[in-house]
């Protein structure tokens, strides 16, 4: 039988009131309320960063083809092109690229009865694959195509909506701006649809058409567009998917990832694993100070068993170990319960969506939770092994007390 371990259990688990006890309850209890806190934290910053990133890949995907423009911003009109059948083969035979979609954009301005607003107007073709945007549809459907010219529709952000005073099936003027010199040319287009992504430079900025009608406007080629967006498989393997892609493409062409486009965004998401960071190690500080003052006072109150036992023959280190091994189910119990909290609170806000959000502040309405059990995995080992290596230190106490004063001691 190990010694050290059964007399740790015995005070550990002793059902007699005492004020050990009660110590070991409140250290649990903060153990457990910091392991709770750390994998909410995770969840939570793990859940906005993909609900965000989910967002901007639907509406623009994962990367853009487009002709070479020095210093183009996300808002910059692009140059038109065509691609031949052959290289678009080859792209997308290109491991990781799942859809392709032509669009151009344009300049515009909507004029409704009461106000005006500048826009983006993002023109696609009839090939384009909706399945992205339908799920930020509020009301209405997609633009529908015809043969003979461009699809007289539109669709609009609630925000736009609400700013004009638009709804479903209004009509609205938008005017186009064209080249310097040029008087903008206005088009009478009707609401098919009302969308809300959540992210204000999207609502704000973005229309969708067609891209026939930026054809026309612009005396461009039949079958010209501005770019095409690439959706991936996986956006994690973007650098690798746009290296393959590239050296398929035309000298004149090249291949940009929505995060080189949208850079402050993503260094704006980028920026909450400090903040995931900062909690972490804020709340393992917590948990291993609580442990320290918990294995302190311990050894305080038991000064008189120390004693007895140093009389008894047992040697300083397995009296070291009887406390550092008392601490281990004290920081387990707490692993334990703060997983039960922490993971329980997690499924209740993914299956109930309890926790609101301003919508304006945060980008969605709802906490977004998402759980990946190696980080809780690594959040349990990493509470467990700090815990028990700064208890080493407070335990070195037990080899200055000597038994005679030790036996004297109430």
Not at 249 to 267: G, H, K, T, V
Not at 310 to 318: H, I, P, Q, V
Not at 392 to 407: D, Y
Request: charged residues 15%.
């Amino acid at each position: 039988m190990n010694l050290p371990l059964f007399i740790a259990r015995r005070i550990a688990f002793n059902r007699s009131s005492s004020f050990s006890k009660f110590i070991i309850n409140i250290a649990i209890a903060a153990t457990a309320i910091s392991v709770a806190v750390m994998i909410l934290a995770v969840a939570l910053v793990n859940g906005f960063q993909e609900v965000i990133q989910q967002k901007i890949f639907s509406f623009w995907g994962h990367m853009h083809i487009t002709q070479y423009q020095p210093n183009a911003g996300p808002l910059t009109e692009q140059f038109p092109f065509t691609m031949d059948s052959a290289t678009l083969a080859k792209l997308r035979q290109v491991k990781g690229i799942n859809t392709i979609n032509a669009y151009a954009t344009k300049s515009a301005i909507i004029k409704a009865e009461k106000d005006l607003e500048g826009v983006i107007f993002k023109g696609v073709d009839s090939h384009y694959s909706w399945n992205h945007i339908q799920q930020f549809l509020q009301e209405g459907t997609v633009i529908h195509y015809n043969d003979s010219s461009y699809a007289p529709e539109v669709l609009i952000s609630v925000r736009l909506a609400k700013e004009l005073q638009l709804k479903l099936h209004d009509p609205l003027i938008i005017y186009f701006i064209q080249g310097p010199g040029q008087p903008p040319r206005a088009r009478k287009l009707t609401i098919s649809g009302i969308f809300k992504t959540g992210i204000e430079e999207y609502d704000k900025t973005y229309i969708l058409g067609d891209i026939e009608l930026i054809r026309k406007l612009n005396n461009w080629e039949p079958g010209s567009i501005g770019g095409y967006e690439i959706f991936t498989d996986d956006y994690r393997n973007l650098k690798e998917i746009g290296t393959a892609a590239f050296d398929v493409l035309p000298d004149q062409l090249f291949i940009r990832s929505i995060a080189d486009i949208y850079p402050n965004i993503f260094a704006w998401l980028r920026l909450q694993n400090k903040n995931k960071a900062i909690i972490l190690v804020i709340m393992s500080i917590v948990a291993a100070i609580n442990m320290i003052t918990a294995v302190l006072i311990l050894i305080l109150e038991r000064t008189n068993m120390i004693g007895i036992v140093k009389a008894l023959g047992m040697r300083d280190a397995r009296i070291q170990e009887i406390f550092i091994a008392q601490a281990a189910y004290i920081v387990i119990t707490g692993i334990v319960l703060g997983n039960i909290l922490g993971i329980g609170l997690a499924i209740l806000q993914q299956t109930t969506g309890l926790f609101k959000l301003p919508e304006e502040s945060y980008y969605m309405s709802v906490a977004a939770i998402s759980l990946r059990w190696w980080q809780v995995l690594l959040i349990d080992l990493g509470t467990l092994i700090l815990c028990i290596l700064v208890l080493i230190l407070p335990s070195e106490i037990t080899r200055r007390i000597t038994p005679m004063k030790a036996i004297q001691f109430k």
